[in-house]
Each structure stands twice: as structure tokens, then as C-alpha cells.
């Protein structure tokens, strides 16, 4: 029989790691939970008091969990339940380059697939997702937890997932608002060539020095020509915070997905020091700043019946 009340839990994601922009995914140990309950003839979402985004996100049948939920149903040639009851604990931070749009997704899509009793596998989730979020990178590691690879061939996505040894990553967060949406378009159509050279063979070096928890390969590599340079211009602050996190001891910056955030791989104990740093160079920038010392996942989504 199928349930009528499941819990969703989401990780926060990064994607694109230097790199491999909209290529690259990685899970992060901080979590997202949504109560789902079929109840009522309407849909609304609520919203726990400790939630990062409570009270900025709408909470009827627009909300983008909601609108993920009955969007699996519809793909399926089903009507949508008319009332469901979600209630949020978020703890990724909307709009910060940790994935919470992706989370937010996968919990809507995760849920009717268990509803429905999973007619969908993790690929076929995967490509539901990618429709609604425009590229697979931060849904796909969000799916299948650890480092994943992603991309889209003849309408299809296809994704590896690799083990990666536990990372402690340090991430800055500034109060800036960047959708998505504007920081890809303030990238150019056409890069030259030895930009393409430089990511690709950056890239594969990326995947091997995160497989082997190579520190040193890692602050070799991961560097990028495709979207970092067009980006940082965006964001106050942002090439000094991430000047600040390698004196604390960083190893290795790049952006967090597409912004605002920072993301800083370093030895464990490096890792409040990098943290705060960062943060102090966006507050210096006049930005406030929320900052994060966190773990790699294993693990993508998980739901509990
Ligand atoms: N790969 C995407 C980008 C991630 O960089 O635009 C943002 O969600």
C-alpha cells in the first residue's frame, strides 16, 4: 500500500568545482527536510521556525517543491493529489550557490515518485530534474550523492558518480542577490580556444586529485576560463575574499555553482580559519556574509516512509 506521509531529505550540492562548469556536481554534508502529507484539497507549504528561507518563499502550489511534486505526476499522465501538506526545514540557503533550487526539486520529485510507488529510476529522476532546472550538475549529485559528472547527448543525460574521500570544505555566503539566470548571462557565447584547452585538461585533473584527495593537485587545478573570470566582476568582494582564503590556508577556491558563494577546499583544521576569512573580506567588501564548514556527502537524496 502506498504511504500518505513520507520525509524527504536533500543535500546541498556545488557544482562546477573550477572547471567543469554545468559539468560538475559535488554533495555536502548540510540538509534540507520536507515533510510531505496527501491531506485537504489544496496544496500548502509551511515552513519550520528554524528554516534558512521562511517567510521569502511562497507557500501555495507556486513553490517550487510543490510545483516539482505535481510536475512528476503530470509527466506521468497523472493527476496531481488534490491536497498536499509540506512542511520545510531548510537549512541551505536560498540563492547562495549551495544548490537549494536543485534540493528543492529533488524533494518535490522524490516524493511523488515514492507516492506513486517509484516508477521512476535515479537516471529518469535525474532527467526531470535537468527539465526543470536547465542543467544537471547540481541535481545529479544531489541524486547520487559524492562527485558526479554529467552531461546531455542526443536528449539524454548521462552521469558517472565517483567516490570521493571525506573533503572539509569551507564556504562564504554574501547577502548579494545573483540569480542564476543573470550569471549566466554575463557569459560570452564564444570563448577562444586555449580557454577550452585550459578547462579541459583542468578537468580531468579535478576528478583525479578529488577521487585521491590529492590537496596539492587540487590547488593546481582547479582554476577556470569559462565562467570564474566573467563572474567574480559580479560579486563585491569576491576576488579578495578569495585572496583571504588562501592566506588562512585554502588550497583550492573557486566559486560555488554559479555564485555568490565561495567554496575553499583545505586541510580539516585550516578549515573555520579559511571560513571566516572569506566571510571578513565580504563584510570588508560591505557585504553581510553567512559562512559554512562542511563535509562531503556520500549520499544524495534519501526518503524515509
Ligand atoms: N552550472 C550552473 C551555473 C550552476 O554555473 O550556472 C548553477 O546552478
Given amino acids: 500500500m502506498s504511504p500518505n506521509r513520507i520525509i524527504v531529505r536533500t543535500p546541498a550540492t556545488t557544482a562546477n568545482l573550477g572547471p567543469g562548469f554545468d559539468t560538475f556536481g559535488l554533495a555536502l554534508d548540510l540538509w534540507n ?17 528554524s528554516s534558512a528561507s521562511a517567510g521569502q518563499l511562497p507557500t501555495g502550489g507556486d513553490n517550487l ?48 515518485n515514492t507516492f506513486l510507488g517509484n516508477p521512476l529510476d535515479q537516471d529518469a529522476l ?28 542526443a536528449g539524454h543525460i548521462i552521469t558517472r558518480r565517483f567516490d570521493v574521500p571525506p573533503f572539509c570544505v569551507a564556504l562564504a555566503i554574501p547577502c548579494f542577490y545573483l540569480p542564476t539566470r543573470a550569471a549566466r548571462a554575463a557569459l560570452p557565447e564564444c570563448v577562444p580556444l586555449k580557454d577550452a584547452v585550459y578547462n579541459i585538461s583542468r578537468a580531468v585533473m579535478v576528478v583525479e586529485a578529488l577521487r585521491n584527495g590529492d590537496l596539492d593537485l587540487l590547488g593546481q587545478v582547479l582554476s577556470d576560463r569559462l565562467h570564474q573570470p566573467y563572474r567574480f566582476k559580479l560579486i563585491p568582494g569576491c ?4 585572496e583571504a582564503a588562501r592566506s588562512a590556508g585554502a588550497r583550492a577556491v573557486a566559486l560555488s555553482g554559479a555564485g555568490p558563494g565561495l567554496l575553499a577546499f583545505s586541510a580539516a583544521n585550516d578549515c573555520p580559519a579559511v571560513a571566516q576569512a572569506m566571510q ?11 559562512s559554512f564548514v562542511l563535509a562531503t556527502s556520500r549520499l544524495g537524496v534519501q526518503v524515509e516512509e
Avoid: W
Avoid at 488534490?82 to 520529485?109: E, K
Avoid at 571578513?280 to 553567512?290: I, M, R, S
Fill in 33 to 49: 527536510e520536507a515533510v510531505f502529507c496527501l491531506e485537504g484539497q489544496e496544496t500548502y507549504v509551511d515552513f519550520t521556525d
Fill in 65 to 112: 517543491i510543490a510545483r516539482s511534486f505535481a510536475f512528476l505526476y503530470e509527466k506521468q499522465g497523472l493527476k496531481p493529489p488534490s491536497g498536499v501538506h509540506i512542511t520545510c526545514t531548510n537549512r541551505i540557503p536560498t540563492g547562495s550557490g549551495m544548490g537549494s533550487s536543485a534540493a528543492a526539486v529533488l524533494s518535490g520529485l522524490a516524493a511523488a
Fill in 126 to 153: 535525474l532527467g526531470l530534474a535537468t527539465e526543470l532546472e536547465g542543467h544537471p550538475d547540481n541535481a545529479a549529485a544531489g541524486i547520487f550523492g559524492g562527485l558526479t559528472v554529467s552531461l546531455t547527448e
Fill in 239 to 242: 576576488l579578495s575574499a578569495q
Fill in 280 to 290: 571578513q573580506a565580504f563584510e570588508a567588501a560591505g557585504l553581510a556574509c553567512t
